[in-house]
């Protein structure tokens, strides 16, 4: 048991809090521990000047909050910053000695420090470690004195010597490889406390990790339960262990005597099961362990959360059929994420750090964030490889607000060479992050990482440390399911242009021409609106747009290849020449909201043969000029992000478009499709297709559907009709469906 | 340390073995244990009858033996032995206590036990296990009496209840489902002691499991070494471990005293690297361990070759070049074999059960088949996983011999579910399989099973028991490659048939467009001689061959789909209809050789994109009427045989063909090339084509070939000509390479 009661009496404050899972001691977030942090350019001495620290944070932003500098996202301000990674930083902080009962211990814990370091206590070097996704849970009590200073140096951040400036650099490390630099993201490579912090008094008895396994039975009836503790001095100590279902009554009661880990096993009835929020309820039980001394006096408790659910992959619908002909290779991998039974089409995103230093990302800010995935209708989010692994805040919202979370390993578009020292590292890593996540109900996926089975990155299914992962996941958590990576086979990355740069091929036509089992990344970049741009780009840079301006550093020119991600030239050559702006941020935004309808929808067309449709990207780690992102920094939403909202509703009237501009008398044809996602039957109707330009609104064809089953879709008839002499400028396809106007759609297109 | 000292006094003597390594206590084949079997249908009691039993073997074959039977392979027997599958069998023998010194342990020993049983000391039930690969090493002092009887009681074969007479029941056990029936084997579902087995008298210290595990470096110039040895009683004891060089010279030599498993760490310098037969030596060292007590008493000693080589799966070049389109699916795995640094490319067989009852598998038959082996050419076996695990002579003669060994698990064509029960006895088993032979430098592709990821079977990526597998080979054995199963993505299995069923596609004209990165499966069935015929279908039944008849239940007719595997139907297409067995047989294994040479030589054409190439299949369990094989029952090698091994020597002159029947006035077109396996240059020469007919014998054309690089094909002309007007018969087209007429190729086709 942690003691809640603090050193009052001294200017500096200890936090107390539970580590590692959320328990009864609540994290007391104030007041602080008061930090310092210093830098200098070896090991040999520490530093000799000290700024204030925040902790968690990052050494860069004390440095500059220090020198009163100017935000690292306005213009070219983040070169300022590279040096920072290659100096050796120290935070500081002393504190007296607080006063302990007999057989009491003081600990140092911190959730994360980034990337690699040390720590001293008094002048004596007490634990190093490599890896910032391992919680350090430090005994000081040796060491104490009456006054102490804790140190804890930093290391610069880990490269590979001798290689490019860019992420390749991160590849035998499990350092997240986006901050080396990536099409969206400058290079920023963040160092420091990037998570909870504290001191903690302890008893002699404590839980380190507490975990409450379960597995349903086939029909999802019976939950066997087995509860697990770990710790120090648990042996012989009396348990109680008891579980409350979500309207908090209790459910399970076992006490006993601690003899091994495995404290309990019991089956219970009926549990009440947890559910994406577009297929049902996230009821949370709540487990939770107290131990009591020989006298009957607790000394230690944890609890977390309990969500019952099986998911699984399972084959797309379709997929074993495949007629494959001699000589004969495998069929392709199961991609059909089945909740509780029910396979489910997976909507949602790709999931980026939301700050450069993610020591500053907030719960509040994972929840701006994850209240628009609920308002996009996403059931998915795949927190991309080359981020960071998320905070408990974030599953703990996940699992609160019934989002699916596919977790991806830090290893992106590299080749993680499997020497021992990396395989070392990503054992103890991994092994730390899959015995936090797996309490996590949200989390449903474990990926190796990013794009790592293609040429760009050279890893195979031969490759070390990803049967590691894979061997670390089955071992800790097998009934998670595990992709190496994705793609895998079948699987579609790309592509991320509205159309391809010899101008032939928009994504009207490309898309329906695919057949993957999955669109797990495709992107349709935008411009940010002109405020953002304002706050980002200095004035005298702003219109037009040029390369070699901070529209480039900011990922409008030469971001990925091609025109990207501004397509000035793409835009130029729809719309003209823009008089502003305005005008041309408009005309970027809405190529953006009808590239991504036409992705997500066609997706959703080849249900069951596809069963998940994920964008590239969500959000974005600082303000952007033009990205791909469906949400602006830090958390405000394109256009693109409303059009993608209403193209992911469980119900909607759909239509097929075969090209973006249009001309008079052209023959204009579209598909019509009622998308069901929605475990309910949908009796018969009627959708009409309307042609709207300015206040001209032509009817052009209807179907008459006729009812379809729960999760099935239903393909119309084409409608055809010859285009009208329509005033040049926007022309609207408008679908509507009598009697549920929430179904109808909309599809603005260019008419010349 | 193992007492080689016996029990002479009496009428059954106690064999001395050292059991799951081969150590310095040599395996003393005579004189046996006594045994009797018998059963009976329930286990609520033992036989009342006991007939004599052969161990190890099969209670099958003593049964037969006991009754007088004729052989299981003639006729229709096979299916007398149905019932035995379904009854309690038990083995009995009786032995006196023997002379043991103080302390010292009695142990029942067995490599191998079919397949759950238990094992009764003096009317005590002293242990159960499932699974035939996992050895018994059970003390039996304890309940030792001045006489004993010793039984072990074998249970019914595994099946699951309900399920079909067929390969399915045995989707939920690690027994070789290919004994439940295949297209090419009877049902015969072999039970009993399987392997070694013996008494043993052990010191209170022994050695259970001895590993001399190595790395080597980068540029395979040094090997870091490490010792681990298991057992009872070791530590504290002190040790002298010694490695030999292959010339018996002393290299290493380390002493100390045990603290724990790991017993040496050393680095050695310029190991002799062990090559595949075809690319270099075998060099074996040898690594023994020797205990001793406190009194410098040797307690035990252990030793097992170890053979210097780095296996790994690489890609096969162009494969990363490969231009996948948007939406990017991953790139294909790699399935280059790559030793000591070196791409080779695999050309071998797929290795099937040489007995049905893998009890009387004998090391001289393995020798016989690998010799053949040797001869054909071959560098790499696939030890198909529907067959056992092989012996341990199996691994030490591919050792010696310097065959490459692909070892697949026992799970084949079934979806073997993850299931609680299931999955402790696969981790149980597969731990014991590694653990053995993770020693062996043949042993070199870990394979979770045979097509497990097509649809007959239902398994995927997220299949618990082939993560399991991954997992257990990472951890036990990480240096060795793993794939999940056969194919996997890119690779192919089949086609099986020299024509499909419709008549209008053959061999000659598929394998050309095929391009698979590894042709691991693919059959060409041909008859087997008449004598064999003679000794396997009643004389009445011989000719002409009939469905319903003894050739069917030896898979003449009906074994796999269509005209399977005589292929009657067609050879009368292409011969008409045959006037003798002899005629229809000559007939048979003429298109058995030429379509075997198609495919070899085809896919040796298609590298370095195709790495790989192993016919379906090498021998067979008992005699066929008709197969795949190369080889009948039980080593005798068909025609087929050596034409393979003709399209396998490691440099040839090969010819793309583009048919087999041809008429007087076609144009006959020759691709011609110079297939090059070997690591040396081949310089500049000629080839010249010949028409033969009779004694006609025509040019046709030529080709002065450049010089090739080492392990470098060379792709010459097209060579046409207008067909002459040969009699009908059989027409050979002959390559001939000047100076070298051991490069030289004949290809025998049909002229009408």
Request: contains cysteine.
């Amino acid at each position: 048991m942690i003691r809640r009661i603090f050193i009052t009496q001294i200017f500096l404050m200890i936090i107390m809090a539970s580590f590692c899972q959320s328990g009864v001691a609540a994290i007391v977030q104030s007041p602080f521990l008061q930090w310092e942090t210093g830098f200098n350019k070896d090991k040999s001495t520490f530093p000799d000047r000290w700024i204030p620290a925040q902790v968690p944070g990052a050494v860069q932003l004390d440095y500059a909050r220090a020198n009163h500098w100017e935000p690292h996202y306005y213009a070219e301000n983040w070169k300022d910053y590279l040096w920072m990674e290659d100096v050796y930083w120290t935070y500081r902080t002393k504190f007296p000695k607080p006063e302990m009962g007999v057989g009491e211990k003081l600990f140092f814990v911190s959730k994360g420090i980034d990337y690699e370091f040390e720590i001293w206590l008094n002048g004596e070097k007490l634990f190093y470690q490599e890896g910032m996704f391992t919680a350090v849970n430090l005994d000081l009590t040796g060491s104490l004195a009456e006054e102490n200073e804790l140190l804890i140096r930093i290391y610069p951040a880990p490269k590979i010597p001798g290689f490019d400036l860019n992420r390749s650099q991160a590849a035998q490390s499990v350092k997240p490889a986006v901050s080396y630099g990536w099409d969206w993201h400058p290079r920023l490579v963040p160092l420091g406390i990037w998570d909870e912090t504290a001191l903690e008094i302890r008893k002699n008895s404590y839980i380190d990790d507490f975990y409450t396994h379960y597995q349903l039975d086939d029909d999802l009836t019976h939950a066997d339960i087995t509860v697990f503790a770990q710790g120090n001095g648990l042996e012989g100590k009396r348990f109680e262990w008891v579980l409350h279902d979500p309207d908090k009554k209790l459910i399970v009661q076992e006490k006993g005597i601690i003899s091994s880990d495995n404290l309990v096993s019991v089956t219970m009835e009926k549990p009440k099961l947890w559910w994406p929020h577009d297929h049902g309820n996230q009821p949370l039980y709540s487990s939770e362990i107290k131990i009591f001394d020989g006298e009957g006096k607790m000394v230690d408790e944890k609890k977390h959360t309990v969500g019952f659910r099986r998911v699984r992959l399972v084959m797309n619908k379709g997929l074993w059929q495949e007629d494959i002909p001699y000589p004969k290779t495998r069929n392709k991998p199961p991609i059909t994420m089945e909740v509780n039974g029910r396979s489910i089409f997976s909507k949602g995103t790709n999931w980026v750090n939301p700050e450069i230093f993610p020591g500053t990302i907030t719960a509040d800010r994972y929840q701006e964030l994850l209240d628009l995935a609920v308002e996009a209708n996403f059931n998915m989010l795949r927190v991309w490889g080359g981020g960071i692994v998320n905070k408990e805040s974030f599953y703990e919202k996940c699992n609160e607000m019934g989002i699916l979370v596919w977790t991806e390993f830090p290893l992106a578009c590299n080749n993680y060479i499997g020497t021992e020292e990396y395989l070392r590292i990503l054992e103890q890593e991994s092994h730390s992050i899959i015995k936090r996540l797996r309490k996590h109900p949200s989390n449903a996926i474990w990926s190796g990482g990013n794009e790592l089975f293609n040429n760009w990155s050279g890893m195979t299914d031969q490759s070390l440390a990803l049967r590691l992962l894979n061997s670390q996941c089955y071992i800790l958590d097998p009934q998670t399911p595990f992709i190496p990576t994705s793609p895998i086979y079948g699987m579609g990355h790309g592509n991320y242009i509205f159309r391809d740069f010899d101008g032939k091929t928009e994504v009207y036509q490309w898309m329906p021409r695919s057949n993957s089992t999955a669109y797990t990344e495709f992107g349709m970049p935008g411009p940010s609106p002109v405020e953002i741009l304002e706050s980002i780009i200095p004035a005298e840079e702003l219109f037009p747009p040029m390369p070699g301006t901070s529209w480039e550093s900011h990922h409008a020119f030469k971001a990925w290849v091609g025109d990207t991600w501004l397509m000035k030239d793409m835009l130029i050559d729809y719309f003209g020449e823009p008089e502003s702006l305005e005008e041309l941020v408009a005309n970027g935004q809405w190529i953006q909201c009808e590239g991504y309808k036409c992705i997500y929808e066609e997706a959703r067309r080849q249900k069951p043969w596809c069963s998940m449709a994920l964008n590239w990207c969500y959000n974005e780690p600082w303000p952007t000029a033009a990205n791909n992102s469906l949400i602006n920094y830090p958390s405000k939403p394109k256009p693109a992000f409303y059009a993608v909202s209403e193209s992911c509703r469980p119900v909607l009237a759909s239509a097929r478009i075969q090209k973006f501009s249009w001309e008079t008398g052209e023959k204009f044809t579209v598909g019509l499709f009622l998308l069901n996602d929605q475990y309910e039957e949908i009796g018969a109707g009627k959708m009409t297709v309307f042609l709207q330009s300015g206040n001209e609104k032509i009817e052009i064809g209807s179907w008459n559907y006729s009812g379809t089953r729960p999760n099935q879709n239903l393909e119309g008839p084409l409608v055809e009709t010859v285009l009208p002499d329509f005033l040049p400028g926007k022309m609207t396809l408008a679908v509507e469906v009598e009697g549920h106007p929430e179904w109808n759609s909309e599809y603005v297109l260019l008419k010349y």
